[in-house]
């Protein structure tokens, strides 16, 4: 190594553990900075861009190390406390940080690499070559950089690459590993005349056109829309926008620039609208939320976080919007968390009404290219320019802030905050409590049902808390009816899946041309087929779960890998034709109701009919504009959203959520009755819920009907506390994957072992989960519980040791270890 040589500790996109060491090469050295992506090869072909974390002058030892190859930023891409908020999380929830990365970075901003092959032009044959290699070369002679995937489509070979192996050797080609960003500007496309022309000049360009009509009437409409005369400077004119003024073709456009009379040019610009919009003042607040702001702002001067407890249509995003411009006025970022992209599309309209563009979006049905420019704004840190408000959801806490002055975490209950699968599996609103702390920023948490651990945290002082138990404008509590399922079943008095109150209860809706609500949180047509003669149900190849049936495709889906099949004419058991379907999901329920309504304008709204970008929008402007009467949904309409029409709102299946196997469920079946209930009666009177269940005497149901959130969660503490449970307990679920169920159950008895011999009675298990098999992967859950006053730091050490000495065993190195910290 020269004196003086300087290395570089970079992050890769890889689920590898620890930092990978290249040189600097001197003529980068000015280049390569920390925060910065840099080009490297890894392994024998693989090209990645990585991000610089470190620089040293210490040379590794026990191995060559590689130069990096570029480096592809101006500026830092990732800021100091960036870096710290991601050591957190990789630290936190027990993952590498080349997984950080890929969670953080939007994919237009991590680059990849594509084999392609170029034919040489100096080659000169010493040999015959046979005749796939001249048919290789002759379909490389022709075009550029082709890739391997693209050369076999074209020759028509299955594989070319032992022909290209021997082509390289003979020197006839070269053979490159190109970095390809995913991520282009945005160009619009203009047009505008070949020169400047005199008045004289224009008219006699024109008469030469006399002949060739539609030519000439696309000179006129340019010469129109551009409002060109020789004094003024001429507007621009987009291509598009001329081609609709004139009704033409882009062949004759194309003749036009041939002749060099227009010519075409592109600019850049940014897919956000910065457009000037108008903005309006800020409501004045009622008296009860004048005093809630006033508790927020005294309990920030004391505690970092509080938690605002507002009944359903309190008016907690009016607070929310007055605490935001407070922080836009001390120059400050605000970062507003919500937990479903439904709710962004009306919380966007009221916020943009208030801030203008100084509002941005940010979630994943946003296209890679809108999330790198996004991501690209807030790090400019513009006043006038950049985003001061970003409304998103979970995957916004990676944005690149710098001056952070206020997160806000709306329905902070949700699950949805949590993210699964892939690794980092953080939950967002413990996430960005953090964020905040390293900001130096307050935190205000907002529900109506909250978190169970949050609202502990408030009892022990660590939260202040806030509350608001009155409804806007004085609006009274929804009235709660009970439907007992059984009793309507036994006396035969059901429509289809309609107990006789919820029927009527439509009716009557409908007849008053109000709008209606009904919810259930299963979506298809139904949960599963089964046979009428034996009972058999299909279910899923892969994994070990019935499929649900869906109606609109006549397809049998698995919800957790995504095969689909078709509906079989029989039995595969007893071959009897007979098949059935059972259970409802919304599908159903959409079906059913088009039967008894005909003259209902009823839609869905689930994962099904929300893949698009706009679909949100599109059903949520239609039922705010009343073109809906009937909107059936998953808990996506249980989420914050205001409606002034609905007058009912329907649960058609409470026990499908008080029944589900886990010690959350009382807590969220209290949480998704009460969100949901929270949609009626909103503005103009009192709103009627009616919930259908098996167990009308349920406490869990029966708090919901009193609107009692300190019942439930006094029973819930103190059942948690009996069984080692949050948030008495700190959980951490350890998952083994294989393909072979036989050697995961030996992995894991083996590490159960290993653990229960330094953590005793609290490791549990190992046990198959509800689904045990997930895209013919076994799944086995081992679970840790170690008590509060504990170091989860040291726990998730031995945890990392104990999976790495299990992963040293042989026969164990295939099975997969996952890590989920605070499981949901």
Avoid at 483 to 510: N, V
């Amino acid at each position: 190594m020269n004196a003086g040589s300087l290395f570089a500790d970079l992050i890769l996109p890889l689920p590898l553990a620890g930092l990978f060491t290249y040189s600097i090469p001197w003529e980068l050295q000015n280049e390569v900075a920390v925060g910065k992506r840099v080009v490297v090869s890894f392994g024998s072909k693989k090209i990645y861009s990585g991000i610089v974390k470190n620089i040293h002058s210490n040379p590794p030892e026990g191995y060559e190390v590689k130069d990096i190859v570029a480096c592809l930023d101006e500026f830092p891409l990732i800021n100091n406390l960036q870096f710290s908020f991601w050591d957190w999380i990789s630290d936190y929830y027990q993952c590498n940080l080349g997984e950080v990365y890929k969670a953080a970075i939007p994919a237009g901003l991590k680059l990849e690499s594509q084999t392609k092959i170029s034919y040489r032009e100096d080659f000169k044959a010493e040999k015959q070559l046979s005749k796939t290699e001249e048919l290789i070369l002759s379909i490389l002679k022709n075009s550029k950089d082709v890739s391997i995937q693209t050369l076999n489509q074209a020759s028509g070979l299955k594989n070319a690459l032992p022909q290209l192996k021997k082509l390289l050797e003979k020197g006839a080609i070269e053979v490159e590993e190109r970095v390809l960003s995913s991520y282009k500007e945005k160009q619009i496309k203009y047009v505008r005349l070949f020169r400047d022309y005199s008045e004289d000049e224009l008219g006699e360009v024109l008469n030469g056109l006399s002949r060739a009509k539609k030519q000439q009437e696309i000179l006129f409409a340019y010469l129109n829309l551009s409002k060109h005369s020789i004094a003024d400077k001429p507007e621009k004119v987009t291509a598009a926008e001329l081609l609709l003024s004139s009704q033409s073709s882009s062949s004759i456009l194309k003749t036009l620039v041939d002749k060099q009379i227009l010519e075409i040019y592109f600019e850049s610009i940014d897919r956000l609208d910065f457009s000037d919009s108008e903005t309006s003042p800020l409501k004045e607040l009622n008296a009860y939320q004048s005093k809630a702001i006033s508790e927020i702002r005294d309990s920030f001067k004391s505690k970092n976080t509080s938690l605002l407890h507002g009944v359903t249509s309190s008016g907690k995003t009016e607070i929310y919007i007055h605490l935001i411009q407070e922080q836009i006025n001390l120059g400050k970022q605000v970062l507003y968390l919500l937990p479903e992209i439904a709710l962004t599309t009306q919380i966007i309209s009221r916020l943009k009404h208030v801030f203008g563009n100084r509002v941005g979006v940010y979630h994943s049905k946003f296209n890679d290219a809108e999330r790198v420019e996004v991501y690209n704004n807030i790090q400019q840190n513009d006043p006038e320019k950049s985003y001061q408000v970003i409304l998103g959801v979970r995957s916004s806490i990676f944005l690149p802030f710098n001056n952070l002055g206020l997160i806000i975490i709306d329905e902070e209950h949700e699950n949805t905050y949590k993210q699964f699968d892939p690794a980092p599996r953080y939950h967002a609103r413990d996430a960005a409590l953090f964020l905040a702390h390293l900001h130096q920023a307050k935190t205000l948490l907002g529900t109506a049902t909250p978190a169970i651990e949050t609202y502990a945290n408030c009892k022990q002082g660590k939260y202040a808390l806030v509350e608001l138990m009155h409804r806007f404008q004085d609006i009274k509590m929804p009235e709660i009816q009970l439907a007992d399922l059984k009793e309507a079943k036994r006396k035969k008095r059901m429509h289809s899946i309609f107990t006789p109150e919820l029927f009527e209860g439509i009716t009557l809706a409908l007849d008053n041309k109000e709008q209606v609500i009904l919810f259930q949180n299963r979506r298809g047509y139904a949960p599963f087929l089964e046979c009428k003669s034996c009972g058999w149900v299909p279910h899923c190849e892969n994994c070990s779960v019935s499929l649900t049936y869906h109606q609109y495709n006549n397809q049998l889906v698995c919800h957790y890998c995504g095969h689909s099949t078709q509906p079989p004419q029989s039995c595969k058991q007893c071959e009897s034709t007979d098949m059935v379907d059972k259970g409802f999901g919304t599908e159903k329920i959409e079906d059913e109701l088009r039967g008894f309504f005909p003259q209902a304008r009823i839609a869905r709204m689930d994962l099904d009919t929300t893949r698009s970008k706009s679909a949100y929008e599109k059903l949520i402007y239609k039922f705010e504009n009343q073109e809906l009467d009937i909107l059936v949904g998953t808990q996506m309409v249980s989420k914050g959203l205001d409606f002034d029409h609905v007058s009912l709102v329907g649960i058609l299946n409470a026990d499908s959520m008080l029944n589900f196997p886990d010690f959350r469920a009382h807590e969220r079946s209290y949480q998704m009755m009460a969100q949901v209930s929270g949609r009626a009666g909103r503005k103009n009177k009192q709103g009627k819920v009616i919930i259908q269940t098996h167990d009308p005497k349920h406490p869990i149901v029966q708090s919901v009907i009193k609107n009692d959130y300190l019942s439930m969660y006094q029973t819930q503490m103190s059942e948690r506390e009996e069984f080692i449970y949050p948030p008495f307990y700190r959980l951490i679920n350890i998952t083994l994957k294989h393909k072979n169920n036989g050697l995961l159950t030996q992995a894991a008895n083996t590490l159960a072992k290993s653990l229960r011999k330094i953590f005793g009675i609290r490791i549990f298990g190992p046990q198959a989960p509800l689904v045990s098999r997930i895209q013919n992967y076994y799944i086995v859950n081992i679970l840790l519980k170690i008590e509060k006053k504990s170091s989860p730091a040291k726990a998730k050490w031995i945890l990392n040791r104990e999976a790495n000495n299990l992963k040293a065993i042989e026969r164990f190195k295939t099975v997969m270890i996952q890590f989920d910290v605070d499981p949901m």
